[in-house]
């Protein structure tokens, strides 16, 4: 304990008031001082008296308990303190650091270690949270022992906030570079078939040009340079709905810490503006209008459906321009529009010489390059007429044999059907019977559905970058109109328009992949029995090999624990999939470099000093007490504050000016200002 003893003033009136009425006091006084007053100076004593007995002064003896000022030591546990000997150099000086400030009985420390699990470095925040109970008088400093790559830090000309002094101790070799790609600038999403800019920029130490792969869901990746340092804008066509996932690589570099800053991704959700469909009916038929009834329920969906009234060979009387019809525009159709369609329908169509073969020739290249078709087989499918017996016919997967049963039959689902992901949510239980099968033979492509005999009913296929569906019968319109119990009518078609718009969640051989909360969840819908062996690759470049567990027909998962911060690629039977686990950009791979740079302006607001650490730690600074200079730092010493701060164990008070004391005082003063005014 200390004992110590104070001067204190406590006014009977408070503060404010008190000074009022001083105000008051004076201005009269010279007031009276002006009109020439006699007792001038007595007066002036009798007020000081009453002032000095208003304000209560007391003597007052206190035993004092003295208080530790309080040391911060925050030591960074970041990710990018794990490359080269950055953090055995931290650990060592964190120990000798604490060691020697504990031998100091007037400071108290406290210690923290950052979550290495954060994206980025939060020191700053960190300390704060470790001094929020600790009054800014008892704070001595903080000491942050880090590679200098801080990603909280405050407006160092807010010296008034600011917790100081703030050292720092740069753990790590300021000459090793590291080559590393990262978005700058991403959209949140696109239109499908449309182009998004990527902002993308590279970092090398030895700057140039460097050539990055960019690949789009998985495909087959684009290669191209860019000048390190500089931010490019990357083109990128939105290619279905839903995420897309962009992935940008660089090569090697000469010099590097990690590749994991090396691979970068973003997601952009594809947003499809409108489903274009051409519906084709090769003559009025009951079908005719539930598929346009169907197409028209969508607002999603822009139909544009002609049905074939009177083929050119007719013969009648009735000259043309009496006709309440219109050409057909095929030209307009199948060779200047005919790219502008996501999707064509043909509803038991027949060549009549309205669409040529020249016609279906360029429909065929449609498919190929990407486009949709669906045939809906009628009974001219099996005759001569058949699009069959054209040049359709190179996209299509299955034949005709020229047989038409009639009679009622059940659809049903075969073994890809029950894999396929068109099909596998549908129940077959309880469906409505059709009553002709145009029979036909697959050469292509996946059956879904059989028919008489267990023949191909329901076949779609790839062709090149397009896909075909191909339906033997006519009579889908009867599950529709509820007849012997109806069937999944609008879910079939419903889901069959959205395989052949590609929509990844419909593939049938699809890999996906998820990882959250340290977890990465792996599915795979195959139409085989088995799953072929599984490989994720991590973004160190490692690579882990979970079991597949079996969930069903064609359904296979896979669990897996992670704990790198990146992109982690998954890879089964030719198939790839792409997960991030945390940010897109980890701010933690941004820069690894080793730097003083991002510290030094806080140091310098709050007197404190950035020092670079050698390999082994060892080159600790000299650690002063001081006071409350400006200056906390200098050559080879760091200063830690001395706030003397104490804490009051008992206190007893001694008023100066009695009550009884002062009023003798003032009415001395007063009689002899009367006195004097009385001559």
Do not use: C
Not at 151 to 164: F, R
Not at 284 to 295: E, F, K
Not at 444 to 467: C, N, W
Not at 590 to 596: A, G, I, Q, R, Y
């Amino acid at each position: 304990m200390i004992d110590a003893v104070r001067l204190s003033f406590e006014p009977f009136l408070g503060w404010p008031l008190f000074w009022g009425l001083a105000a008051l006091t004076v201005a009269a006084w010279i007031a009276y001082l002006v009109l020439r007053g006699r007792a001038w100076l007595t007066r002036a004593l009798g007020l000081a008296v009453l002032a000095a007995a208003l304000v209560n002064p007391s003597l007052v003896h206190e035993e004092r308990e003295p208080l530790p000022s309080v040391a911060a030591v925050i030591l960074d546990r970041s990710e990018s303190m794990e490359f080269g000997d950055r953090q055995k150099a931290a650990d060592a000086a964190y120990r000798a650091l604490t060691a020697r400030l504990a031998e100091d009985p007037s400071l108290e420390v406290r210690t923290l270690e950052t979550n290495p699990g954060d994206d980025g470095t939060y020191l700053y925040g960190a300390l704060e949270g470790l001094m929020s109970d600790v009054p800014r008088d008892r704070i001595a400093g903080a000491i942050l022992i880090t590679d200098g790559q801080v990603h909280d830090l405050p407006d160092p000309a807010k010296t008034s906030a600011l917790i100081g002094p703030v050292h720092g101790l740069i753990a790590g070799d300021e000459d090793r570079g590291d080559r590393s790609v990262r978005v700058v600038n991403a959209p949140n999403f696109g239109i499908v078939g449309e182009t998004a800019n990527l902002v993308v920029r590279t970092e090398d130490p030895r700057g140039g040009d460097i050539e990055l792969r960019v690949s789009l869901n998985g495909g087959p990746p684009e290669r191209i340079r860019l000048r390190a340092g500089e931010d490019v804008a990357l083109p990128i066509e939105i290619e279905r709905r839903g995420e897309n996932m962009v992935v940008i690589e660089a090569a090697p570099g000469p010099e590097e810490l990690t590749l994991a800053n090396n691979r970068t991704a973003v997601t952009i959700a594809g947003v499809r503006d409108r489903l274009r469909v051409l519906l084709v009916t090769g003559k009025p038929n009951q079908a005719g209008r539930v598929w346009r009834d169907l197409l028209k329920s969508d607002p999603s969906v822009d139909l544009v459906h002609f049905t074939i009234l009177r083929p050119p060979f007719k013969t009648d009387f009735a000259r043309p321009e009496e006709l309440a019809l219109i050409a057909f525009p095929t030209e307009e159709l199948f060779e200047e529009k005919l790219t502008e369609f996501d999707l064509i329908i043909f509803d038991q169509y027949e060549r009549q010489g309205v669409i040529t073969q020249a016609y279906l020739a360029n429909m065929s290249r449609y498919v190929a390059d990407g486009g949709a078709l669906l045939i809906v087989a009628g009974e001219q499918f099996a005759g001569p007429a058949s699009l069959a017996r054209s040049p359709l016919a190179s996209v299509l997967p299955a034949t005709p044999t020229g047989v038409i049963r009639t009679g009622k039959f059940v659809p049903e689902l075969t073994s890809a059907g029950k894999r396929h992901s068109v099909t596998a949510p549908l129940d077959d239980a309880k469906w409505g019977g059709w009553m002709r099968y145009i029979e036909a033979d697959a050469v292509a492509g996946d059956v879904l559905f059989s028919g008489p005999e267990r023949r191909p009913l329901l076949i779609v296929d790839r062709v090149d970058k397009g896909r075909v569906g191909m339906l033997m019968s006519d009579q889908i319109w009867l599950w529709a109109s509820g007849h012997d119990g109806g069937g999944p009518f609008a879910e079939l078609i419903r889901r069959m328009v959205h395989w052949m718009m590609k929509e990844p969640e419909l593939e049938e051989r699809r890999l996906s992949m998820q990882a959250d909360s340290g977890k990465a969840t792996i599915e795979l819908r195959t139409l085989l029995d088995t799953a072929p062996p599984l490989e994720i690759e991590t973004p160190e470049g490692s690579y882990l090999r979970p079991n597949w567990v079996n969930r069903g027909p064609g359904h296979f998962s896979a669990e897996t624990p992670i704990d790198e911060l990146g992109i982690y690629r998954a890879r089964a039977g030719g198939l790839e999939a792409i997960a991030l686990n945390g940010p897109a950009n980890p701010r933690e791979y941004e820069d690894l470099s080793s730097t003083t740079e991002i510290l030094a302006p806080l140091a310098r607001a709050t007197g404190g000093s950035v020092i670079r650490l050698n390999d082994a730690g060892t080159n600790l600074p000299e650690i002063r007490r001081i006071g409350n200079q400006r200056n906390a730092a200098g050559s080879g010493w760091l200063g830690l504050r001395e706030r003397g701060a104490y804490a009051v164990r008992s206190s007893t008070s001694q008023p100066l000016l009695p009550g009884i004391l002062a009023a003798a005082g003032i009415i001395l003063f007063l009689l002899l200002a009367w006195r004097r005014e009385g001559r």
